[in-house]
Structures are given as C-alpha cells and as structure tokens.
C-alpha cells in the first residue's frame, strides 16, 4: 500500500466503527425525489430537507425542465464565457428585480458563487472577518483567497453573532479595508443574523457586509425574498449571495450586487469562469419557482412559517432543547454522539429521516438531530414526527440530559 492508502485507513478509523455498530448515517440512497420518498424499499419522510417551500415536485416545475431538455438537452458542455443563453439572463434579470438589486450573476452551486466573490473582492489592502459559525463556502473562499500569491488578506473571526466582537476587530483590523461576511439564518442553528446592528457597524467603520441568505431565500420576508425584507433593510447591504438548492429546488448559486461588482466578480471568479455553465433544465425549474413566489409567496411562506411554529411550539413543550433556532430550521439537541446516533436509527425504522449532526461538523456536546420543517410536509407528517420524538427522546435520555455512557460501550 503506498502512504496515501495508509492515511485513508487511519483516518477512517471512525467511520468503520460506526458502521461496524450499525449506525453510520450518511449517504443513503433515496429511491424516489422529494420529501416522500423510500430508502431501502421503505418510505421515509424526509425532516432534514431543504425544499423549504415543497416545490421541488411540482407539476408546473417539473414540465418546465423536461422542456427545457426538448430545447436545450441536459447540458451546455462548456462555461457561461461561450454557454449563455437568453433563459440565464432572462432569469438573472427577473431575480436581480425580485431581490432588489440592480444585478444577479447566477453560478452552477452556491459553494461556487461564495467562492468567486470572496477571491474576487478580497486582496492585500483587505481584512475579511468572518463568523465563528461560518459554513464551509464561506470558510473555504476566504482561505482560498488568502492563499493567492500577493494578494493574501488578513483573516478574523468574531464570536457568533456578537456585535461588540465585530466591533473590536474592525477596531484592530491591520488592513485598510474590511469585508464582513454573516449567514442570514445558520444552516445548524438555525438562528438569524442581528443584521440591523451588524449594518449599522459596518456603516461606521466603512466595512463592506457580504450576507449568505441561502436558508433566508423563500423563507424570511413577506414575499420571501430574505433576511434583508424580513428586517427591513433593503438597499443597506451591497452584497448577498444566496442558492437555487433550497426554496429553488434544484442547485446553483446567486450573487447580487451593484452592477460593476458583479461584473467584476464575472470577468474574475475562477469558479464562475472555469465551471460548466448551469444546465437549462435547471434555470428552467427556478423560474418556473420564481413565477409561484412572484403570485403566491405570501401564502406560501405564511403557511411555512405557521406549521414551523406549530413543530417549535410541541418540541419545546415536550421538553426538547432547540438551542438559539428561530426560525424553520431546529437542532433538536442531543449533546451526545451516541443519543444522536441511535435517536436517528430508531426514527428512520419508524419511516422518518433526521439527519445526526456530530462532531467535526459541531463541537463535542453539541451534537443534535437536523430538523427542517417545510411547507410540503402534511400535519400528519408532522404529527407523526413530534411523536416519534417525544417517544425516542425520553427513551434516549435526551429531554432529561442523563448520560447513557460512550460509544464504543455495549447497545
């Protein structure tokens, strides 16, 4: 074995045991699409989902990629440089107006959108300070950036959400220029943003504010357009990027900004440049999408936003610990690797699917379930979860907090 096969063993190490106990959770093969869908010949709701507003499966959308692949076929094989088509723009133009911006730039995921704006905008003259919860896209773009020959910026963190630690590093920032990147809601918490504060701070200190509203997008506002409808702040942050992989059902990225910024994030980002352009079928369901939210989006986030409240207000009567979530997405928390483990096991044999959140993806002791409630999911599909968790809560020790002892002890 060379050396490379021999890290893989040892750092593998985690993971064969886990599957040697019959617990691994991850990558299981869904047999259908959508929230109601089968693993293993069994059906199984789905509650870690990300179709926020269950329109992934909808007639209307679904026909509208299957004629875009009549149109176009699956693929353009080539990046948006020399594969742009009237629908891309058309689309960017509709969500640039939807958002309120005066341009979109829409990228083949979100992961890529993150990147090419942060390796974009950032350069030696800037301090990027970042969340201390921030998601992988945010993380990856800012080190990426830092690793360019003479263009590497200063890197900080700020405790999660807290205002007077942003303000202290924009007080110390070594660079001349600051770009401050915050998550809308997060994506594991489920917590929103104290944008307002976070604005009015960086107003003061001339620092750029970047928002990645990815799980805000469909969910928060009125008609849904986001954190910034939601709390009021339209025209007060000059860039957010936001994803087609949740409220959109499909995937890709959106950037929206001054026309010039997102020009140069378009003539710059490697990852814009260099990737494949973002299937037709694909731009088809999002406009498709986009059509319902224009018409309907109130109802539809309303009825969002009551059965979410609905599924918080039963799991904290129940007793379950739902840490600083505010929103749609609720951590029911386990803080404990195995309680999480087993509590996902014994959910899915029932037919749900609750996808464990473990360490390194959160701290130790900070373990929980991902729980996302959406529109499409019926109230007997929730009903049918609270009981479930109630029952396996208690089971697990996890409404009391009593410790069942390490993995690696006997079931």
Known sequence: MSWIDEKAHRELARIREAREKQVYPYFREFEAGGLHTSIAGKPVVNFSSNDYLGLTNHPKVKEAAKHAIDKYACGLS?????????????????????????????????????????????????????????????????????????????????????????????????????????????????????????????????????????????????????????????????????????????????????????????????????????????????????????????????????????MRDALVRIGFDLGASNTHIMPVMCKDERKTLFMHIALLECGILMVPITYPAVKQGEERLRVNVTRGHTQEDIDRAIGLLETYGDAFFVLSGEEIGPLEADA
């Open 78 to 310: 080539s990046s948006r440089v020399q594969a742009t088509t009237t629908e891309h723009v058309a689309l960017e133009r509709r969500l640039a107006a939807w958002f309120g911006f005066e341009r979109c730039l829409t990228f083949t995921t979100g992961y890529q959108a993150m990147l090419g704006a942060l390796m974009t905008l950032a350069d030696k003259d800037t301090t990027i300070i970042l969340d201390s919860l921030s998601h992988a896209c945010i993380l990856d773009g800012t080190f990426l950036a830092a690793g360019v020959p003479g263009k590497a910026p200063e890197i900080r963190f700020f405790n999660h959400n807290s205002s007077k630690s942003l303000e202290r590093i924009l007080k110390t920032r070594e660079r001349p220029n600051a770009i401050v990147v915050v998550e809308g809601i997060y994506s594991l918490d489920g917590d929103t943003a104290r944008l307002a504060e976070f604005v009015e701070i960086c107003g003061r200190y001339d620092a750029v504010l970047l928002v990645d509203d990815a799980h805000g997008t469909g969910t928060l506002g009125k008609r849904g357009t986001g954190i910034l409808e939601d709390m009021g702040l339209e025209g007060k942050v000059p860039v957010v990027i936001s994803t087609f992989s949740k409220t959109f059902g499909g995937i890709g990225g959106i950037l929206l900004g001054s026309g010039e910024v997102v020009e140069l994030v378009q003539h710059t980002a490697r990852s814009f440049l260099f990737s494949a352009s973002l299937p037709i079928p694909i731009v088809a369901a999002a406009s498709t999408i986009l059509d319902m939210l224009e018409a309907d989006g109130p109802a539809l986030v309303a009825e969002l936003h009551q059965k979410a409240r609905y």
